[in-house]
């Protein structure tokens, strides 16, 4: 079948046979927001009892999505959980996360994602996608992998401070593509407002009282860290912890909801959308000695929200959702639940082991979530057993199912990983890279 033109001119008329293309069949937009160390119990969507989160509690509660308080992150920090979205790996099988043995950048080690693993990104550009990252955690734009396959990517230039900027880049983006709606968009956007350095609290809000910013490693949270600070002090400090990450859960919510908006004036927000909003880890605010993220696992770091729009439900048997299943959920549309209970993983980093004076770091973590269990277990899984509390009396008597399931996970970490690429420009890059983010003096 063609498009016949006839042309007509001073002595003659031209035929002309055009083919006309073939009707692309439609493609859905696929959208995941992370909202960036988001804990699910200070949510309101959650629970907690300050209106921390209203926009979220809101998409939550449509009789469109389908939403729960029992997804689990696989990872620790910002790259193993990403690496999970983005290949469907978990942290012990794509290995890229903080490793001892990997080449050392400043005082951090970190393996970058394996080149021979095809992102969603790829594979979904492959499929005719235009693949478009907005992060305003510059985390993600160092090359460790994780940006492979996006033909439009913007990075907030610095950790923090800057509320307005992925609004700013993120109505750009949808501005750069609108001529290509017929192409379809996959569409990550990375919400970083409840990650520190935090700002001063707004008590006009009612609910929250007067602080100043608070930046984790400042002499005061490392005294903390260290379990030197003394008792009435450590109080305060908590308390100014909680409070600021409650308020900067409101600044990421705010986020969250202006970026909703502005997809559906675009119109990229409609019935064969597949969107989903979660949370790539939580933090902890005191608990354990410890705060932040990263070197630990425990139900306030790996317990995070999960809505999503337009994909199934996902009913694993053991009720707790691992966030493994985000990667299928995306490119296919179907819930591929994990086999058994959800568990997460964070490997020793030893920044976190110097800047406490050796009381935290030291081990990889390892947790599991079951209908009957939440176990926690240190490197020694052995002999090592800890109850949710991280109290020190072991667990006595895990089920042995359970116990195998950790143990696998332990001996998978112990296979040595793909080789990592010689010292050489990559190596600087990232070194730059983490340089301007503050992690790397």
Known sequence: ?????????????????????????????????????????????????????????????????????????????????????????????????????????????????????????????????QSVLISANPTLGLPLGLDRGFALKRFAPRRGGDHDWLIENLGTALRERAVYKAAGLFLVVNIFDAHNPRPATDPSLGWVPRWGPIQYGDPTSLRYLQGVLPQAQAQVWREHMVDSYDYSLTLADDALGRSLELLQARGWLGPDTRLIVTADHGELLGEFGAYGHGSWVSEATQRVP???????????????????????????????????????????????????????????????????????????????????TMETTPDPDPQPALHKALQAVRAAYQIPPPPIQAAGQAAEEVERGLRALGYVE
């Open 306 to 388: 999960f809505v999503s729009m337009g994909l199934p439900e996902c009913s694993p048997a053991s009720g707790w959702l691992s966030l493994g299943t985000v990667f299928s959920l995306l490119r296919d549309g179907v819930c591929t639940p994990q086999p058994g209970p959800a568990i997460a993983a964070a490997r020793p980093n030893a920044d976190v082991v110097e800047i406490s004076a050796g009381r935290h770091g030291r081990q990889a973590m390892f947790g599991l979530w079951s209908d009957t269990h939440m176990l926690h277990a240190s490197d020694d899984i052995e002999t090592d057993w800890v109850a949710e």
């Open 1 to 129: 079948m063609g498009l016949c033109l006839f042309i007509l001119g001073r002595d003659r008329g031209l035929h002309i046979h055009l083919p006309v293309p073939q009707a692309r069949p439609t493609l859905p937009t696929i959208v995941l927001i992370v909202l960036d160390t988001v804990r699910a119990d200070r949510t309101s969507m959650c629970g907690a009892t300050r209106p921390t989160t209203p926009r979220l509690n809101a998409l939550a509660q449509r009789p469109d999505t389908v939403a729960t308080c029992q997804a689990i992150a696989p990872g620790a920090w910002t790259v193993p959980t990403h690496a999970a979205f983005f290949t469907g790996l978990m942290p012990w099988e794509h290995r890229a996360d903080f490793a001892s043995d990997a080449e050392l950048v400043g005082w951090l080690h970190v393996r970058p994602l394996p080149s021979g693993v095809k992102t969603l990104a790829e594979q979904l550009s492959a499929r005719g996608y």
